[in-house]
C-alpha cells in the first residue's frame, strides 16, 4: 500500500479507550499515533494496549489544537457524525492522511472540525466505542487500498488470485528517439570533404 496514514483522537480521558486505539492502529501498520488535549493515565494503557504501539510506533501528545502539526501534505480526516460527513463506503482515502476521533462522551470540537480536509462517518444508528470506530476506520482503508483479490459475486472467497503487480515503464523527460530513421554515428569528417 503507498502513502502512510496516522490516527489519533482529541479529548480523551480513558486510558484503555486510547490503548485499544493505538493498538489497532499499529496492528494496520500506523505510520504515527497523537493525541489532542487528551487526560489519562498512560500508565493504564498497557492493560489494552497489549502490542506496546507506543513503543514502536512515534507517538504525539499535543497540549491543543494549536499546537498539533502533521507532515506536510498530510490530509486531516475526522471521523463524526455530522450530516455532511462523507459515508465510509464512499470515502476515497488520501495516501497520506491523519485520521482523528472524538472523545468517548463527545464529539470533535468545531475547531478540530474546521480544520479537517474531509469528515467522514460510519453509518451506524448511533455512536460506537473510540477503538471500534478506528478500527472500521482503518480496515475500511486497507481493503480499498490495499492489493487484494476481487471479492467473488457469491458467497465465499476469491475465484481467482490477486493481479500481479504492474511496474511501471521507464519515466523519461526526453522524448524517446526512432531508432528505425537514426543515421550512422560519424566521429571524424566524411573523406574527401571540407572539414
Do not use: W
Amino acid at each position: 500500500m503507498r502513502g502512510y496514514f496516522g490516527v489519533g483522537v482529541e479529548g480523551i480521558s480513558k486510558a484503555m479507550n486510547i490503548g485499544s486505539l493505538f493498538r489497532t492502529a499499529h496492528a494496520f501498520g500506523a505510520s504515527f499515533v497523537f493525541t489532542v488535549a487528551a487526560s489519562y493515565k498512560r500508565k493504564h494503557m498497557r492493560h489494552s494496549d497489549t502490542s506496546n504501539a507506543q513503543g514502536h510506533v512515534p507517538f504525539y501528545d499535543f497540549p491543543d489544537m494549536d499546537a498539533m502539526m502533521l507532515p506536510l501534505g498530510c490530509d486531516l480526516v475526522g471521523i463524526e457524525l455530522t450530516d455532511d460527513a462523507i459515508e465510509l463506503p464512499s470515502f476515497h482515502h488520501p495516501k497520506q492522511a491523519a485520521y482523528i476521533l472524538g472523545p468517548e462522551k463527545g464529539s470533535l470540537s468545531p475547531e478540530i472540525l474546521q480544520r479537517c480536509a474531509f469528515t467522514v462517518k460510519i453509518p451506524t444508528k448511533f455512536c460506537i466505542n473510540v477503538g471500534l470506530a478506528g478500527a472500521l476506520v482503518l480496515y475500511d482503508r486497507s481493503i480499498s487500498m490495499g492489493r487484494f483479490a476481487p471479492r467473488n459475486t457469491i458467497p465465499g472467497g476469491p475465484i481467482e488470485g490477486r493481479a500481479k503487480h504492474k511496474h511501471g515503464g521507464r519515466y523519461s523527460r526526453k522524448p524517446k528517439a526512432d531508432l528505425n530513421n537514426l543515421e550512422p554515428y560519424r566521429s571524424d569528417p566524411p573523406l574527401g570533404g571540407d572539414a
